[in-house]
């Protein structure tokens, strides 16, 4: 019997935790799949072993893995795999097949710029974009946050488009905030490039509201999952 098992980051925040777990369900109730289960890489049980047991205990004999994550960086390359390579050791008898993760894709990139026209009902050419992503040390995180830049400015028709990043990768938030400030002809509009809520979403609320209590005019557009774009797309991974 074929089973899905979801896989998300996992975050001490319990709202963060919750709001991933919703959307999962989402997912589940639009999937005509008997044994589907929910699962963490850390910080949010349950984690990955105990979602593959419950697929196995449910009568799964082969599993699909889902990974929520949206590129490739080192939970993809390295942590993801090294699990999976235990679970194949452990159930040898269960094939397991893994799915990519999001990556760069148009109808994402669509879903993200329909975000902030539903944002800014007022969306002009002299507004300006920051894009800030997770980060990550792996190079090629970078590139896709070019694609992603390029692809988020041709579908607003907004030149002032930049990237920074949380982590692991510079430019860091304050500068990126600062980057994007001292050349906005108009409004700053920041796309957390993040699937859910926690302390990283939280870090971009309060400094976007810092910035809007001294006056600035500056929005964000929060979650990605906001989107229904996203149940689509791990849908889509999911079955296909």
């Known amino acids: 019997m074929k089973a899905i098992l979801y896989i998300g980051h996992g975050t001490r925040s319990k709202k963060g935790a919750e709001e991933a777990k919703s959307f999962i369900q989402r997912v589940?109730?639009?999937?005509?799949?008997?044994?589907?289960?929910?699962?963490?890489?850390?910080?949010?049980?349950?984690?990955?072993?105990?979602?593959?047991?419950?697929?196995?205990?449910?009568?799964?004999?082969?599993?699909?893995?889902?990974?929520?994550?949206?590129?490739?960086?080192?939970?993809?390359?390295?942590?993801?795999?090294?699990?999976?390579?235990?679970?194949?050791?452990?159930?040898?008898?269960?094939?397991?097949?893994?799915?990519?993760?999001?990556?760069?894709?148009?109808?994402?990139?669509?879903?993200?710029?329909?975000?902030?026209?539903?944002?800014?009902?007022?969306?002009?050419?002299?507004?300006?974009?920051?894009?800030?992503?997770?980060?990550?040390?792996?190079?090629?995180?970078?590139?896709?946050?070019?694609?992603?830049?390029l692809g988020i400015r041709q579908r607003l028709g907004i030149e002032h488009v930049l990237v920074c990043f949380l982590a692991a990768a510079e430019p860091r938030l304050d500068e990126g905030l600062e980057n994007i400030s001292s050349g906005a002809a108009r409004r700053v509009i920041v796309v957390p490039y993040l699937l859910f809520s926690g302390l990283l979403l939280n870090e971009v609320n309060q400094k976007v509201l810092k910035r809007q209590n001294s006056g600035q005019r500056i929005v964000h557009t929060g979650q990605l999952s906001k989107h229904r774009i996203i149940e689509d797309i791990v849908i889509q991974r999911a079955i296909e």
């Open 28 to 149: 589940i109730e639009r999937i005509n799949v008997p044994i589907q289960e929910v699962s963490f890489l850390e910080l949010t049980h349950p984690f990955i072993e105990e979602g593959f047991r419950r697929c196995v205990e449910r009568g799964a004999t082969e599993v699909t893995v889902v990974p929520l994550f949206l590129l490739a960086a080192g939970h993809i390359k390295e942590d993801i795999p090294n699990t999976i390579f235990a679970l194949r050791e452990n159930y040898p008898h269960i094939p397991i097949k893994v799915k990519d993760p999001f990556g760069v894709q148009g109808i994402l990139l669509d879903g993200v710029a329909e975000l902030v026209r539903d944002t800014v009902s007022d969306l002009s050419s002299n507004d300006s974009i920051l894009i800030v992503g997770r980060g990550s040390s792996d190079p090629t995180i970078h590139n896709a946050f070019k694609e992603i830049s």
